[in-house]
């Protein structure tokens, strides 16, 4: 079975589906048509609904939908996306879309995000759909295009015009099943419930344009946007503690001095940096950030800029409102209140689900026969996935998969949309047999 989901995982990496984020680029076509080749007779059942939708040219996804045998039954929506982020292919050892197996490592854009997964999907599916007893409520593997960009041609696009495609109480998709130190028996494993929130901002500036030979008593635009950029820069959003973070603290492993520290709002921010290389997954996990990433100013060398812009990536926590984005703005950019202006109102809130639900359960039940004594280190992701479209339609959405020990959370996270991205094959066994154990019970087929 796992070695299915290597040639299917190889064969997906050498498509090359890379989303630029442009409505041309993407060609997700080519993993839907590898995914049904690999499918083959078995979308020919009778149990066995397909769709693929393309929404433009080459953005292509594919649906398989195999009916349960109790429609009242719970249903399962396996979610994978099969396009990958760009590569700068002078910082690969080896070729980023050969899928080369080099030292027990399948190599290539989408090894970790996340067409291993994906790839691991697929064949359970197939297994459930060529098992004697079809599974108990209907099981859905969805290949989905344009994750990388928002989902527009993908997820987003299906959601919005064919929902009743994607349509599940449960969905499994990315980031989950990772070891925080897999040194110790006893290792926080990563399942994810939930994931940030986006509001894009822009804030205009403005000065007074004059002639750059005499600078002195100017009031540039480019100034103040520098200003501003450090002032954000500076004065980080103040902590939240969310349901989720103490529980991935306890995870941790740290002293109780620590421990307690890190879920007191008060002492939170100080004691972060001793979270070493996990201190930036700490603090978005439990702040809104706000990164100012585009910075523009001046046209020609010889005017001094009247006008400037800061686009702001800001990510809040599930909870946190447009009024609170607002607010914060307001407070940090108060001294320059009389020159700038905010644009942007897009609001993506963050979202999570239930613990303790029964596919909650049995994903612990399943980590557990693999790592008896792991712990769940419960989080949200710090960016956004196509889970936030299926909780918007009422689902329990997690993050799954099963890593090896070679591959703890810090360096999982090191390779997403890093230079050489690669799995291990123990990874891609783990997250197979993982995967099915889940999804199709012990017995082999579908529960
Ligand atoms: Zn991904």
Redesign the pocket.
């Known amino acids: 079975m796992s070695d299915e989901t290597t040639s299917l995982l190889q064969a997906l990496i050498r498509n090359a589906a890379v989303n630029h984020g442009t409505p041309d680029s993407g060609n997700e076509i080519l993993n839907v048509r590898t995914l049904e080749a690999y499918f083959g007779e078995a979308l020919e059942s009778p149990r066995v609904t397909t769709d693929v939708v393309e929404p433009h040219p080459g953005r292509a996804s594919l649906i398989v939908r195999v009916a349960g045998r109790d429609a009242s039954a719970r249903s399962i929506l396996l979610l994978g ?1 099969i396009d990958v982020v760009p590569v700068e292919k002078a910082g690969w050892m080896h070729g980023p879309f050969s899928g080369e197996i080099v030292d027990g490592e399948v190599w290539g854009r989408g090894a970790v ?2 067409l291993t997964l994906t790839a691991a999907m697929a064949v359970i599916t197939k297994r459930a759909i060529e098992s004697e007893q079809p599974p108990l409520g209907d099981l859905i593997f969805a290949a989905v295009a344009d ?2 960009a928002g989902g527009d041609f993908g997820t987003g696009w299906i959601v919005e015009h064919h929902p009743e495609l994607l349509r599940a109480d449960d969905v499994l998709t ?2 989950g099943g990772v070891l925080l130190d897999p040194s110790r028996a006893d290792s926080g494993i990563t399942i994810g419930i939930g994931e940030k929130g986006r509001a894009p901002r822009r804030i205009h500036v403005t000065g007074v344009p004059a002639h750059a030979a005499v600078p002195w008593g100017s009031r540039s635009a480019a100034e103040a946007a520098s200003e501003i950029v450090l002032a954000l820069l500076r004065n980080p959003a103040p902590p939240m503690v969310l349901p989720y973070w103490p529980e991935f603290v306890s995870a941790l492993h740290l002293d109780s001095d620590t421990a307690e520290a890190l879920v007191d709002p008060e002492r939170l921010d100080a004691v972060l940096p001793e979270l070493g290389s996990l201190a930036g997954l700490g603090h978005a996990l439990t702040h809104m950030t706000v990164s100012p990433n585009v910075v523009r100013a001046g046209e020609k060398l010889n005017v001094i800029p009247g006008e400037a812009t800061v686009d702001l990536d800001i990510r809040v926590l599930p909870g946190q409102t447009e009024a609170d984005v607002d607010a914060w703005l307001r407070q940090v950019l108060e001294p320059w209140q009389d020159v700038i202006r905010i644009s942007g109102s897009e609001f993506t809130p963050g979202n999570t689900s239930p613990t303790g639900t029964e596919l909650y359960n049995r994903i612990l039940e399943v980590f557990a026969r693999h790592y008896p004594d792991a712990i769940p280190a419960v989080g949200i992701g710090p960016g956004g ?1 196509d889970g936030r479209f299926l909780r918007a339609l009422g689902a329990n959405v997690y993050g799954f998969g099963l890593i090896s020990k070679r591959l703890p959370l810090v360096e999982f996270r090191n390779r997403l949309h890093a230079h050489n991205e690669r799995i291990d094959l123990e990874s891609i066994d783990l997250t197979t047999r993982a995967l099915a154990e889940v999804v199709l019970g012990d017995a082999g087929h579908a529960r």
Do not use: C, G, P
């Open positions: 996306h995000d996340m994750e990388e990315e980031q996935s």
